[in-house]
C-alpha cells in the first residue's frame, strides 16, 4: 500500500471534511484518511511526503470528447460524429475512443483522473457516452460506467449539418419531432418486450430494434440523457422533452444559462456549463459569459465545469475554474465542480469525486488548490497507481 502523509487533506466529501496535516492510505481503493496523529501503522511499500502541499481527488471533466476527436489529425482521428444518419442511439463512445491520443496525458499531467466522453453534436441523437479513466491501453480496461449516458443535441449544431446535406431536420422543430418520434418508437417496443418477458404464452416477441434497445436505459432512468443546449429556448426543449418522456436529462453547455437562471433554479437539474474560456464562434455563443458560472452555483443549481475538449483542450480544465472564481462563482463550489458535482452530475460518485474509504484511489497534489492560477500538479494517482 501507499501513504500520502503530512498533506492538506480535503475530502470533497459531503461534510466538506478537511485535515490539515492528514494521510491517506491506498492501494486499488482508499483505505484510510485521517489525521497524522490518528494514523496507525500499515504495511506501507511507497511514501509520499506532502507537506505543505494539498491533496484532492482526482479532476473529473463531465463533459468532453476525449479520445473521438485526436490531436493532431484531420478526418483519420475525427471518430465523434457518425453523421450518415441524424437518428443513432446505438453508437457508443467505447468503440471510438483511441486511449493512446495525446490528450489523454495532457489530462494526467493537469490532474485530470477521469472524464465522461463521447459523441459530438451533429445528431439530434448521437449515441451513448461513457465514464472512463485516463490511464491505460484498452478501454475495455478504463471503464467506470458505460454507457454513462446518452446524447441528444438540439439547436443549431443539427440543423447546420443536415441542411447541408438537405435532409432533416433543418429546423428545431424538426430536430424536436425526430426525438420525440424515436422515444415513442422505443416505448412501445420496450412494452412489446416487457409484455412478451412477463406473458410469453400470449405475447409475441417484437422484432430486434437496435435503436430501440439502445434507449431502454434511458427510459428505465438507468442512464440520463446528456441534451447539447446552448440557447435559452433549447434548453427550455430539454426541460420539456425530459417531463414528456419522464426521463432523466443534464443540461450540456447551458450559455444561455443566465437568461433562465430561474428557470434552471426551479428545475434543480444537472448543468455541465462550458465552454466558456473559447470565442464566440456560432449564433448561439453570443451571451456565453463567466458571470453564468456564480449565478448559477448561488442559485444552488447543480454545476459541473467542463472543457468540452477538444473545444478547450483537456489540461485546460483547472483553468476553467480558475475563470470561473475569478468572475465570482465560490472557489469551494468551483472546486467541486472539477470533482464531487462533477462526478454525482454523471451518476458515478460511487467512485469517484471525493476521498473516502472504499472509492477509487484516484488522488492529485498540488502546490495550492486549483482553483488558484500558480497551481502546480505535482503527483497523480489513478486506481492507485502512480501516472504523474
Known amino acids: 500500500m501507499k501513504l500520502i502523509k503530512n498533506a492538506h487533506i480535503l475530502t470533497m466529501d459531503k461534510s466538506r471534511r478537511e485535515y490539515e496535516n492528514g494521510a491517506v492510505v491506498f492501494d486499488e481503493k ?195 440523457v446528456k441534451i447539447h443546449a446552448h440557447r435559452a429556448d433549447d434548453i427550455c426543449s430539454a426541460i420539456r422533452i425530459g417531463k414528456e418522456f419522464d426521463i432523466n436529462v443534464t443540461i450540456e453547455h447551458c450559455s444561455d444559462g443566465d437568461r433562465i437562471a430561474d428557470i434552471l433554479e426551479r428545475e434543480k437539474l444537472p448543468v455541465m456549463l462550458g465552454p466558456t474560456l473559447s470565442d464566440r464562434s456560432k449564433p448561439e455563443l453570443q451571451n456565453l459569459t463567466f458571470a453564468t458560472y456564480k449565478n448559477l452555483s448561488d442559485r444552488g443549481v447543480p454545476v459541473a465545469i467542463i472543457t468540452d475538449h477538444p473545444e478547450i483542450t483537456i489540461g485546460n480544465l483547472p483553468l476553467c475554474a480558475v475563470m470561473a472564481v475569478k468572475h465570482g462563482m465560490d472557489a469551494y463550489k468551483a472546486l467541486e465542480g472539477i470533482t464531487i458535482t462533477a462526478a454525482k452530475n454523471c451518476g458515478i460518485a460511487d467512485r469517484v469525486g471525493s476521498i473516502e474509504i472504499g472509492k477509487d484511489a484516484d488522488l492529485c497534489v498540488f502546490t495550492k488548490l486549483p482553483t488558484e492560477f500558480d497551481a502546480e500538479c505535482t503527483d497523480v494517482f489513478i486506481d492507485g497507481n502512480k501516472v504523474k
Open 30 to 224: 482508499i483505505v484510510y484518511i485521517g489525521e497524522m496523529k490518528d494514523f496507525s501503522e500499515y504495511d506501507i511499500d511507497e511514501e509520499i511526503d506532502a507537506r505543505g502541499m494539498f491533496v484532492i481527488p482526482g479532476l473529473i471533466d463531465a463533459h468532453c470528447h476525449l479520445g473521438m476527436f485526436e490531436d493532431s489529425l484531420g478526418f483519420e482521428g475525427d471518430d465523434g460524429n457518425e453523421d450518415s444518419d441524424p437518428v443513432m442511439p446505438q453508437l457508443r463512445a467505447i468503440d471510438g475512443i483511441n486511449p493512446f491520443d495525446r490528450g489523454f496525458e495532457e489530462a494526467r499531467n493537469a490532474g485530470v483522473t477521469s472524464v465522461v466522453t463521447g459523441p459530438g453534436s451533429a445528431n439530434p441523437i448521437g449515441g451513448q457516452f461513457a465514464a472512463i479513466k485516463t490511464a491505460g491501453v484498452c478501454v475495455d480496461d478504463m471503464i467506470i460506467k458505460a454507457p454513462a449516458a446518452m446524447k441528444f443535441a438540439l439547436g443549431e449544431n443539427p440543423k447546420a449539418v443536415y441542411n447541408e446535406k438537405e435532409q432533416a431536420p433543418v429546423t428545431r422543430m424538426g430536430t424536436m419531432a425526430l426525438i420525440r418520434e424515436t422515444l415513442i418508437k422505443a416505448r412501445r417496443y420496450k412494452k412489446q418486450l416487457d409484455d412478451y418477458n412477463a406473458d410469453s404464452e400470449n405475447n409475441e416477441l417484437p422484432e430486434y430494434d437496435i435503436k430501440s434497445e439502445s434507449l431502454i436505459p434511458v427510459l428505465n432512468k438507468e442512464i440520463p
